[in-house]
């Protein structure tokens, strides 16, 4: 008579799930969220809760339609709601914020099949799409101190020499991200701070972020030979949001060590590509969706050789 | 060092008894012993039912070449003799004896006599003596080398890296006089010219014992291992040692490598020194639900139930019940199993650690493949098998995985790794068997169209 229960090997496991990573996630991306509201006052808070509350709504109402178990519960849609809600301008209209939460979760993670099935970014795609179909909004930078709601340049339009730019702010003013841009991205200072906390919870490895960035310093260096420019590069745009947050991604980026290298390298070469010679003045969103396509090549290509395996 | 790490994880160490000397228990009316309590032909009984037997009597002998003889640690009348289901799902014939309590041992034990290397070998199968790390391999056959040459260096495990265990740990203090002797019998029968005994650095007591009795030049050297689970697998074992991958479908002795776990080499030192063959085990009892965890002594076939009462029974209902630690162990159906030659802890745990995690998607996060030891890929393995595709099977080369179970430990979505590379393992072999089989047949065809042409 079986009395207990009995399982497979092993019968302990460590404590973290798939709930307690989104959780750091989200808490990894609240001095972003912190610094959005001072930058760009209270509606970057309004446009977040828009997102996360869509995002995660359109999940659960999702999986109820299909009859498959409810997932918001592991937090990865309301991750995904924040990621957009901060690549987006802060003027965008609420129900254009609610339209990229939807195309996020329902088109680009759950008809894939959910968390860990997508390959593609979430967050990145719908910000690509609402690019395509709200081009002005999408486009209307605010920017902080200036006059009320001032439509201005992004920093990396005005180093573009497009007609309209305005004066750069210095780099003490990117760094803290006093600049124009999507609402969780400009200021570099808060990224960072919640990069580091993810490298010390073991969230993400450094591979991707340090390819990445280092990639864009070392090919705007080659490119323009000034340092202060390729610093410049770094906290333009969204790189570091990018970098830290969005390439780090576990289903649509490789997961080993040296596949992670080179989906970052790849992502700085495409990212600078389409800055200096691109149509486009920022490319970041654009070179991790085109990574996202080559991830199972790379993870496949750099798959570890077995441990005394002999070739059969 | 060496150039490439190999990964682990590190699991909560719990070793609460490593300062309990063992206990003895006193004998149960009962004792079942299993025929196949190491890997190999399961031993073949030579008592019958009615039999009056005594402490070190022979019960059952080998029944081949790997395979080992049993030894009866208790006085008693040998009560049956029938079919017993073994954690592994098969019935194997076992030897229920009825104690007398008098623990009457057998005239006539002696030291064995031994003189040459073939004395030795002889000596070695009859001391009954299997790997007592878990693996339970005959020791007699991997002390039977054709070329001593071929041995470069012995390696004496003592990493006991698996959570609770602490039976290894006691044998290298209370024991350790044991461990030099069989040191001792290897120098002189094996002609080893290097020792090397590895213990992971969260024992600094058997480190210090066993680095105070090394002396310069005597080809016996102590390293300290970090303690990172699996650093006591055999193959992780020989690389951090000496350094050698021991490749697929090898031995460790073709890359010069013998590793005796330091239990097995006291217990096979015991019987050259006493003539008396392994009939007792020293247990570790632990787990949540154990009122007092303890080191016990206890003799082969001792239903594990009775450990838990001498370790004041339970402080909370048991819900799951392991032979092993809880990275590696073998989950038990009852209280009614017995110990074994190769059990090293009987483990229980309350319903709160023997739940099982609820499954969720795979997140692709990578971590079972940063925590493999073998550099394998968990989470393509899982996708094959689910796919059933055994040609990737054979690339992803899953037949390596040792089941130590790191990927399952760290995985986030509590996915069953192991189970499924268990599952995996099969559905490999059964395609590489039917390949050979069509690629044989259609060499006879061929064969037969050649004939009649």
Known sequence: MSTMKVSVSPHVKDSTSTTTIMRDVLIALCPALVASALIFGARALLVTAVCVAVAVGSEWAYEKLVKKPSTTGDLSAAVTGVLLAFNLPVGIPLWQAAFGSITAVIVVKQLFGGIGQNFANPAITARIIMLLAFSSTMTAWVIPGAADAVSGATPLVILKGVEGGG??????????????????????????????????????????????????????????GNVQNSVYEILSGGLLIGAFFMATDYSTTPNTDWGRIIFGVGCGLITVLIRVWGSYPEGVSFSILLMNILTPYIAKATRKKPFGGVAA | MFSKKLHGVHVPHRKNTAGLKPERLPVTPFVTIPMAMHIGAPAKPVVSVGDEVKVGQLIAEAGGFVSSPIYSGVSGKVKKIDNLLMSSGQFVPAVTIETDGLQAVLEGIVPPKAETLQEFGDAVRRSGVVGLGGAGFPTAVKLTVKELSAIEAVIINGAECEPYITSDTRTMIDDAELIWDGIALLQKYLQVKRIIIGIENNKPECLNIHRKKCVPGGGVEVKALPAMYPQGAEKVLIYNTIGRVVPEGKLPLDVGAVVLNCTTLAALARYMKTGMPLVEKCVTVDGSAVQTP????????????????????????????????????LALPDLDAPVLKNTNAVLAFNEKDAGLPKETNCIRCGRCVGACPFSLAPVDIETAFRQAKPEELEILKVNLCMECGCCAYVCPANRPLVQVNKLAKVMLRDYQAAQKAAAEMLKARDAKKEEKK
């Open chain 2, 294 to 329: 303890k080191n016990v002594i206890a003799p082969i076939g001792t239903p594990v139930k009775a450990l838990f009462d001498f370790c004041g029974g339970f402080k909370s209902e048991p819900q799951k019940v392991l032979y092993g630690g809880p990275m590696m162990g």
């Open chain 1, 167 to 224: 004066t750069l702010p210095s780099l003490t003013q990117m760094f803290l991200g006093l600049r124009g841009g999507c609402l969780g991205e400009t200021s570099a200072i808060a990224l960072l701070l919640g990069g580091a906390y993810l490298l010390v919870r073991r969230v993400i490895s450094w591979h991707t972020p340090v390819a990445f960035i280092g990639t864009v310093f070392l090919f705007t260096l080659a490119v323009g």
